[in-house]
Each structure stands twice: as C-alpha cells, then as structure tokens.
C-alpha cells in the first residue's frame, strides 16, 4: 500500500507540474537593469527599475508586442517594459499572451508641451475604418490585386531594407508568430521595385513626371501613377519627411498630403501614413514636430490608417536615427528580417518594419483577405 501510495502522489505532482507549465506565463529576465512604466510607451510614468537577471512573468503585452506588461511571480515588481529589453525566450509566441487594449500607447499628460501631447496622443497603429473597407472593394471591382502592397516616399521609404525584405526567404519572425500569415501573403509583391518612392523625392515631386523613371513609365507619367499602373496595388504605404521639412510649411505639406490621398483613394488604394523621427537636435526640429501634426491630422481627416512611427521611436537610442545623418533609420545589420533578438527595441528600421507588418496584418484580417488576388 505504501508503494502504491508514492506512486499517486508522484503522479499527482507530474500531473499538477504538468498543468503548471501548460497555464505559466513565459519566464524571462532583462540584461542589463530596464527602467518599468506604467504603460507600453515611454510618456507614461516611470514606476521604477527591473534589475538584470531577475525573472519576471510576460503577463500581457501591447497590440504589436514590442512593450511587454511583466511582474515577479509575486508582484513584488511590475510594469511596462520594450520586449527587446528582455532576454530572448523561444517559449515566448505573442500569439498566447494576452493583448492589453486599455492602456493606451501614450500619456500625453505627462508631456509638457502641448505640440508634443500631441503627437503622443495619437496611437502607434490607427483602427482600420469602414471607410478603407469600401475602399479596397472598390478597388477590387478596378482590377487591384488584394495581396499586392506598394511604397510612396523619399530614401527611408526607397530602402531597400524596408519592407522589401520580406520578399526574402530568410525571415525570423520569433516571438511575432501571429505575423506568419500577412507575411506569407503579402510578401511576394515587395519583390518589385516602385517607382514612388525615390532618394530626394517629397511630396511636391511625386506629381512630377520628371521624376518618373524613363525606362519603366509611360511619357508624360507621374512616377505616383506610373506605379499605381504597374502594381496595381490594394495598399500603399506612404511617408515623406526630412525632405519636405526643408522645403514645404505645414499648408503646404497638408495640401500635398491631401493630393496624394485623393489620388490614391481615387484608384481603390488604401493609404497608409506614416509619422517620420525627427531629433529635437536637429535646427528643423519645431518644422518636423509640425509636418507630423499635419500627417496625423490628414489622417484623421481622411480616416485612412496612420502608423505612429514618431511616437513608436522615441525610447530608441537617438529615436532610431543613423547619429551620421540623422535623418535615416539606422539598422541591425542584418539584411533580413529579424525578430528573434529584440531588435525592434533598438533599430528603428526594424522596428518601422515591424509596425508596418502589424499594420498590414490589421489590414488583412479587416478585408478578409484570404485568397491572392488575380
């Protein structure tokens, strides 16, 4: 009876240990001591530090999961902290871990100047509006082809880097499985170069057929029409900066901005605008802080979706910025995507990437896009 006895009781604790690891939160610990907020973003108050090596639980995240909410198994310590901050665990699959869509990404009332609140009020990744629904289906009575994205900007949007990689075989998405689909659907058609996006190119150039490419658009064609013809794309991702902070004033750049949507929306594209990451030591900074109200603002305008790339950028190191130019996203030196080692904590072309994954994967799952278009 004693044998039998022991032979339950280990039983009842393999199956206990067993439920127990099925229910846990994934267990991770940050590498070097990481500052915990009150919310995934870094206007919200910071609460105190996470020192290195202590384990924490990955308890909830944000809608993207780049910021994870952790605490100590008994919340001795607790709060916000950049999924990159924390050492890789291949236990952690975002998928599995519960969104929290209550805090808000910013809190702007911690800012102190109104322009600023701002651009931290807005969130990190828009809704996706009824609006851009009957966009795209008009778009398909058009002939735009469902899977098929495109880009519209200057040289950070000409980047290779930028979501033309993920034509690439080489694609490590680690913790960010629920991406898996958008990027198996969508990543065909970034294979193909667009004409709309361009080193130097701005808002008040995109029109001008002089900036067309000779050998690929018809005479007389804009290299924003030249582009939309040959890929005829159900989603452009658009953003224009540094070039337009030299030239245009915020009526201007609006007015450019609302030209390039009608445009796009004409054909049954959705726009995606992007905010772009500015330093405030930089002598344009008070222009760029503009130029991004008025994107977020046409935004609003338009209700088409709208990536807060600005907002997204400023915990990384120089908000995510090249420190030799200032002006490009600087990068992880790797030449595909990669999500296994938090780099979207760090660089800001892979976190741009990432954003606009998530964006696309908010759009996918909002059209219902499940088949490849003709």
């Given amino acids: 009876m004693a044998r039998k006895s022991i032979l339950i009781l280990l039983l009842v604790l393999l199956f206990t240990h067993i439920a127990a690891a099925q229910n846990a939160f994934p267990v991770m610990t940050a590498f070097q001591d990481a500052i915990l907020y009150a919310g995934p973003g870094d206007s919200h108050v910071q609460i105190r530090w996470l020192p290195a090596g202590v384990p924490v639980e990955a308890r909830e995240r944000n809608s993207i999961g780049n910021w994870l909410f952790v605490s100590t198994p008994d919340d001795g310590i607790s709060g916000w902290v950049p999924t990159g901050y924390l050492n890789a665990n291949p236990d952690l699959h975002l998928s599995e871990i519960p969104i929290n869509s209550d805090i808000p990404d910013g809190d702007p009332a911690n800012v102190e100047l109104p322009s600023l609140a701002a651009l931290y009020a807005a969130p990190i990744i828009s809704p996706i509006s009824e609006a851009m629904i009957e966009v795209f289906e008009r778009g398909q009575e058009l002939g735009n082809r469902a899977n098929v994205i495109t880009k519209v900007g ?13 034509s690439q075989e080489a694609v490590v998405l680690g913790p960010y499985d629920y991406l898996e689909d958008t990027v198996n659907y969508y990543s065909e058609s970034t294979a193909l170069a667009s004409t709309a996006a361009k080193i130097g190119m701005a808002t008040y150039t995109v029109f001008d057929p002089m900036w067309a490419d000779a050998e690929l658009c018809n005479s007389g064609e804009s290299p924003l029409e030249c582009d939309y013809r040959r890929k005829m794309p159900s ?30 929306l004409e054909r049954g594209i959705i726009p995606v605008l992007s905010t772009f990451s500015y330093s405030p030591d930089n002598e344009y900074w008070l222009q760029a802080v503009a130029l991004n109200q008025v994107v977020i603002d046409v935004a609003t305008e338009y209700e088409v979706p709208l990536i807060n790339l600005w907002a997204a950028a400023r915990p990384l190191d120089n908000y995510g910025l090249e420190t030799t130019d200032g002006m490009h996203m600087n990068r992880s030196g790797f030449t595909y995507l990669k999500y296994d080692s938090g780099h979207e904590s760090w660089y800001g072309l892979s976190l741009r990437n990432l954003l606009s ?7 996918r799952l909002a059209l219902n896009s499940d088949e490849p278009g003709a």
């Avoid at 950070?156 to 990689?165: E, K, R």
């Avoid at 658009?238 to 009608?262: K, Q, S, T």
């Fill in 235 to 264: 989603i452009a991702f658009i953003m224009f900066g540094p070039n337009d902070v030299l030239h245009n004033n915020p009526d201007e750049y609006a007015e450019n901005l609302r030209a390039i949507l009608d445009f796009t």
């Fill in 154 to 166: 200057d040289s950070l949007t000409a980047d290779p880097m930028y979501l033309t990689v993920m």
């Fill in 357 to 363: 994954l998530k964006m696309l994967d908010d759009l």
